[in-house]
């Protein structure tokens, strides 16, 4: 089993900065694609950001040049930077990530969500 752990969310002023982590933790084989997802009140959640393995990445059009993702693969750890701050950017953050285990010598693939963490931009 796998956990994500989400933190660095608040309050926060249009115009400013907070950097998200998610920490994976647990029994796993390797980590590959991750992403940020957010959920707006009465939305439905969407993409914000994602980075594969090899660092590659892909932000959505709403927040490019605004937020930057990264990870540390020797923490098992993503980051969002979020700069920048839009009352618009208020949501509840998700990230989620694709695991490989080892099941009776075969790569098994599963997906793991966090528990969010809430951000908003106070005008």
């Known amino acids: 089993q796998v956990q994500l752990v989400e933190s660095g969310g608040g309050l926060v002023q249009v115009g400013g900065s907070l950097r998200l982590s998610c920490a994976a933790s647990?029994?796993?084989?390797?980590?590959?694609?991750m992403q940020w997802y957010r959920q707006a009140p009465g939305k439905q959640r969407e993409l914000v950001a994602g980075?594969?393995?090899?660092?590659?990445?892909n932000v959505a059009d709403s927040v490019k040049g605004r937020f930057t993702i990264s990870r540390d693969n020797a923490k098992n750890t993503m980051y969002l930077q979020m700069n920048n701050l839009k009352p618009e950017d208020t949501a509840v953050y998700y990230c989620?990530?694709?695991?490989?285990?080892?099941?009776?010598?075969?790569?098994?693939?599963?997906?793991?969500w966090g528990q969010g963490t809430q951000v908003t931009v106070s005008t």
């Open positions: 647990g029994t796993m084989f390797r980590i590959n694609d």
């Open positions: 989620k990530t694709e695991v490989i285990h080892i099941d009776g010598g075969f790569h098994q693939f599963y997906h793991y």
């Open positions: 980075i594969t393995t090899s660092g590659s990445t």
